[in-house]
């Protein structure tokens, strides 16, 4: 049984069964809002503005990313499943990467763009990438593209 009509419209046309993309729902909202709070947080942080709003734009990042880790561990585990651990792997080891590349980099870029320009900086690397969940869909990967 399928949760709501969207998923239902949807699995009418495949054959009952959802296709691995339909996953990426929540992923298409955390892409909308995850440079929205980036942004918002990051021309709140001069000392006039009041403290609770950046707070409040680090909480509507926070929420995006877990739509989004949210949506990308289903569309992973749904689109991989006879190997959705090394999928699940693969996804952990690129994000240690970057975790592990980020702060070479981070101090200086804070110290020369200021909290304003490196903050606005991510955010923009956000909304070029905000695309993704909604061109994956429309990708048929079963004849080459």
């Given at each position: 049984?399928?949760?709501?009509?969207?998923?239902?419209?949807?699995?009418?046309?495949?054959?009952?069964?959802?296709?691995?993309?339909?996953?990426?729902?929540?992923?298409?909202?955390?892409?909308?809002?995850?440079?929205?709070?980036?942004?918002w947080m990051a021309f709140t942080t001069?000392?006039?503005?009041?403290?609770?709003?950046?707070?409040?734009?680090?909480?509507?990042?926070?929420?995006?990313?877990?739509?989004?880790?949210?949506?990308?561990?289903?569309?992973?585990?749904?689109?991989?499943?006879?190997?959705?651990?090394s999928a699940m792997a693969s996804n952990?080891?690129?994000?240690?990467?970057?975790?592990?590349?980020?702060?070479?980099?981070?101090?200086q870029m804070y110290d020369r763009l200021?909290?304003?320009?490196?903050?606005?900086?991510?955010?923009?690397?956000?909304?070029?990438?905000?695309?993704?969940?909604?061109?994956?869909?429309?990708?048929?990967?079963?004849?080459?593209?």
């Amino acid at each position: 049984i399928c949760p709501s009509s969207y998923h239902h419209n949807v699995a009418a046309r495949h054959g009952g069964k959802l296709p691995p993309e339909t996953r990426l729902v929540m992923g298409m909202v955390g892409a909308v809002l995850a440079p929205i709070g980036l942004f918002w947080m990051a021309f709140t942080t001069y000392r006039a503005v009041p403290w609770i709003l950046p707070i409040i734009a680090s909480s509507l990042f926070g929420a995006a990313v877990y739509y989004i880790f949210t949506a990308v561990f289903t569309y992973l585990v749904t689109a991989y499943r006879p190997i959705a651990a090394s999928a699940m792997a693969s996804n952990t080891a690129l994000r240690c990467c970057f975790a592990a590349a980020f702060p070479l980099f981070a101090v200086q870029m804070y110290d020369r763009l200021t909290t304003v320009g490196a903050t606005a900086l991510l955010a923009g690397l956000m909304t070029l990438m905000a695309p993704l969940p909604y061109v994956t869909p429309f990708v048929d990967y079963s004849t080459g593209g």
